[in-house]
């Protein structure tokens, strides 16, 4: 793991401006004390001491306190943010920052949004340092837009200012902003789509609303940093500039190879790989240049982290052997050393480990890394120890010592679960990198558990458990908090002798199945060896076929390779005439298809089985009230809307069908309540959810599911739609207030967002915050008048005296459209409907 905090010595120049102001405006009297304790605190900054500079700033302060000066103060204070930005306390740091500005305290807390900063500050120097530190920790919060549009703020503010090292630093931070926003946007979609042409771009052009990707950011990123590069007068500023330059670059091709996109971007390849050269050549000769300080040690260790990460992507071509950069590794110890920074040791060490990693050094990488656990140890690092027992059970794994290996992993779980949790309580801007450092993680010890040809039965349970903790996870990474649901139980204790649960797991060179059948404790366990990149491709390619009209026997070829994948080796278990119900815990893109729809080359999955998916191992305890004891609070709005959704204003065209939709709906449950267009408010939703006691709440409205829950949304006849945070709070307040809890919760005319590959678990998000034991809801958006109809047949299935449960009346509804003659007999119409949560 790279230093964290690796761009902080281009503090250091705003420091020293700081410096400039409030040293320049103390009386004799007061300022000396004031001044030697500024002077103080920026020496043990130098060194990586944050906790003892933010000590010295705050006494400062309290001297420019009694000496009367307000810039004086406010200079303290922007330093006392820099230290505890230092200390990785964003929140804290952003709130001492809006108090030195005098800007509203809000812009710490909003979600992703656009600001403007008005800052009650008269000195210009002043004001641009304060909104640079103000852009940099909101982007180390996650308020992406919010960060940069203060930095485009700052940015015009500075040209009135002929700073050469203000300017770079600031176009710094803004491609540091720009690379976050290409991160979160790839964790989404999952595309990198890449142009060889960057000579037109500039740091401060704006993408189109229509070319917002990961490759339109990365690419005004690289633009940011070789603009600061070449406009700085300080070493330190173009060298972190260069460094932060190859790290995206590195990023980019081991994405590409992770995901088997390589062959359609070698002219991207070519010439990043030449501009990577370029780069280590330049950073080489600046790492020389620069004095002894924390900030050239973790320079050190950063550019050794990348050259490392070249080695694996044919980028360095014998620009630096394993001597160079051991040599470097080596360096850095002893220079941490010198300043008493074990941080920094520690790091430095367990790179040093990672290079005799990837060397197949293994007993020289074991001793060193165990070296780092070692000192990680000795001072409480508890981030450290999970990174180290986490390269230590790799390291394992390779000399082929397998259980030591698996207790390795065990303990990086262990401590990254207590971190995580920390971290999602206290400083959810700091959580670790669900894709690079959790999912990794897990994924490989579930490897190690089922890599024998038939695992033991402890090993199936443990893999199960791993895998409902990395679900729970990324449900908790979307949310940015702790997730605890209320009187959960676990899928395997829902008494239905009628239910077969799948656990699919992927992992990179094959998928496992682990499968729990009724009457045996026993799992049952099979493997089908497909790559992930190979699966992921074939279910992409999947869910934009039945998306389709015009694709009938194209998605059944593609179907039955997934059902052969997943399904075929479990035939023999699922006797249709013992086995009614299949429910999978889905893992990752399994979660954008429909199974139901899934096709054994004469059937669709959904002839034979009801079908239902769970975000999880837990989930709401089973209640199903009579069918003459249904009734439903039936909300609808029909009518056109616009809604300004990321920067862009989205027509939302009527419904023309749902008021004949609630219509049928209340014939067939008579015991229902009608909210119908404007009567449809958010207020009045509110209060009759809260108010009411009806098991059922149907919403036939526009919305949307993302990745993204500021992108997640339902409308309403309010100006404002009601965000994932709203529903579950309105839906909350009603189990608090001790009525019957909501049974079904179904979202008939939402959507999963276009071209986001995590957009499921924005559904399976929506299900688990609403409290509702099930819920249905549509991954694409089908047609108005087929949604109508599709609803009217499940309502009716669920309504009979016989007592379906929702899963076998969702599987009525979308069989009848199956069998029919009409145009809705394609998946298009019935399978975009699934049911997530408790199916009975």
């Known amino acids: 793991m790279p230093v964290k905090r690796q761009g902080l010595w281009l503090l250091l120049v705003l420091i020293t401006s700081v410096l400039c102001i409030v040293m320049s405006t103390v009386s004799k009297a007061d300022g000396l004390s004031a001044a030697a304790l500024v002077q103080q605190g920026k020496q043990f900054y130098l060194i990586g001491k944050f906790d003892q500079a933010l000590v010295s700033w705050q006494q400062a302060e309290k001297a420019y306190i009694q000496a009367n000066d307000p810039r004086g103060i406010a200079g303290s204070l922007i330093n006392q943010a820099k230290a505890l930005e230092g200390m990785g306390l964003q929140r804290q740091s ?36 304060g909104l640079q530190s103000l852009g940099e920790v909101l982007r180390l919060i996650g308020n992406l837009e919010a960060s940069q549009a203060v930095l485009q703020q700052t940015w015009k503010l500075a040209q009135q200012t002929p700073t050469s090292d203000m300017h770079s630093s600031i176009l710094l931070n803004l491609g540091n902003t720009a690379k976050d926003l290409g991160d979160r946007d790839l964790n989404r979609r999952g595309v990198l789509r890449l142009t060889p042409d960057t000579t037109t771009l500039r740091c401060d052009s704006q993408p189109n609303i229509a070319q917002k990707d990961a490759n339109a ?43 088997g996109q390589r062959q359609i971007t070698q002219e991207w ?24 300080s924390y900030e050239s040690i973790a320079a050190h260790i950063n550019f050794a982290d990348s050259l490392i990460t070249t080695n694996n992507l044919e980028i360095n071509e014998g620009i630096t052997k394993f001597d160079d950069i051991q040599q470097l590794l080596e360096t850095s110890i002893q220079q941490a050393k010198q300043i008493n920074h074990r941080s920094l040791e520690i790091y430095a060490i367990g790179n040093l480990g990672r290079l005799h990693e990837q060397a197949k050094k293994l007993t020289e990488a074991l001793k060193l890394t165990e070296q780092a656990l070692q000192l990680a140890s000795s001072i409480h690092a508890q981030d450290s120890l999970f990174q180290w027992q986490w390269q230590r059970g790799r390291i394992l794994t390779k000399l082929g010592k397998q259980q030591a290996a698996i207790a390795a992993y065990e303990q990086s779980i262990a401590i990254l679960k207590e971190v995580r949790k920390d971290l999602t309580s206290v400083r959810p801007d700091a959580q670790f990198s669900l894709r690079d450092n959790v999912e990794p993680v897990y994924r490989e010890l579930v490897d190690l558990l089922l890599i024998e040809e038939q695992p033991s039965q402890e090993n199936l349970q443990q893999a199960i458990q791993l895998f409902d903790n990395l679900q729970l996870a990324e449900l908790e ?108 815990v889905a893992d990752s893109s399994l979660r954008s298809i429909p199974l139901a729809a899934i ?56 419904l023309e069908h749902v008021q004949g939709e609630l219509e049928q709906i209340k014939t067939l449950l008579p015991h229902s309540e009608e909210l119908l267009d404007q009567q449809f408010t958010t207020t009045k939703f509110r209060e009759r959810v809260t108010a009411s006691s009806y098991p059922i709440v149907h919403v036939a409205t526009h919305g949307q599911f993302s990745s993204d829950p500021d992108a997640t949304f339902l409308l309403t006849a309010s100006p404002q739609p009601v965000n994932t945070n709203e529903l579950q709070s309105l839906l909350h307040d009603r189990a608090q207030g001790g009525v019957v809890p909501i049974e079904l919760l179904v979202l008939s005319a939402c959507e999963t967002a276009t071209g986001d590959k995590r957009a499921a678990l924005g559904l399976a998000g929506v299900a688990v915050r609403a409290g509702a034991l099930g819920t249905i809801a549509s991954l694409w958006a089908a047609k108005d008048a087929s949604t109508a109809l599709l609803m009217t047949q499940f309502y009716q299935a669920l309504s009979q005296p016989q007592g379906l449960t929702k899963s076998q009346a969702l599987q009525q509804a979308q069989k009848s459209f199956l069998r029919s003659d009409s145009p809705y007999n394609h998946p298009r119409y019935w399978a975009p409907f699934v049911l997530i949560g408790n199916w009975l």
């Open 477 to 584: 990474d979307f949310f940015r908090c702790e997730l605890r649901a209320a009187k959960s139980i676990r899928v395997e204790q829902v008494e239905d002798p009628a239910a077969a649960i799948f656990y699919p797991i992927i992992l990179s060179d094959r998928l496992e199945i682990i499968l729990k059948l009724p009457h045996t404790p026993q799992l049952a366990h099979y493997r089908t060896a497909v790559s992930r990149i190979e699966l992921e491709a074939q279910l992409n390619q999947l869910r934009q076929q039945l998306e389709s009209i015009d694709s009938e026997q194209d998605h059944q070829i593609t179907s039955k390779k997934i059902y052969d994948w997943m399904i075929r080796q479990a035939e023999g278990y699922l006797d249709p005439k013992a086995i009614k119900t299949l429910v999978f």
């Open 599 to 654: 096709f054994d080359s004469q059937h669709y999955l959904i002839e034979n089985y009801a079908v239902a998916v769970t975000p999880g191992l837990e989930i709401l305890g089973p209640k199903h009230p009579p069918a003459n004891q249904l009734g439903a609070l039936l909300v609808g709005l029909g009518i056109e809307r616009k809604l300004e959704v990321q920067g862009q204003t989205r027509r939302f065209a009527p």
């Open 269 to 292: 390849l070519v010439r990043s790989r030449l501009q990577a050269s370029e780069l280590i050549h330049q950073i080489k000769t600046q790492n020389l240049q620069h004095p002894l």
């Open 94 to 129: 952003c709130k001492v920052l809006v108090q030195a500005l005098k800007v509203d305290e809000q812009i710490c807390e909003i979600g992703n949004q656009a600001v403007t900063v008005v800052p009650q500050q008269d000195d210009h120097t002043l004001i641009l340092n």
């Open 217 to 259: 950011f990365y690419l005004q990123a690289i633009a940011c940093y070789q603009q600061a590069a070449s406009s700085s007068a300080s070493t330190l500023v173009s060298l972190q500039a260069r460094l932060n330059q190859l790290k995206l670059l590195v990023s980019m091709q081991q994405w590409l190879q992770d995901n």
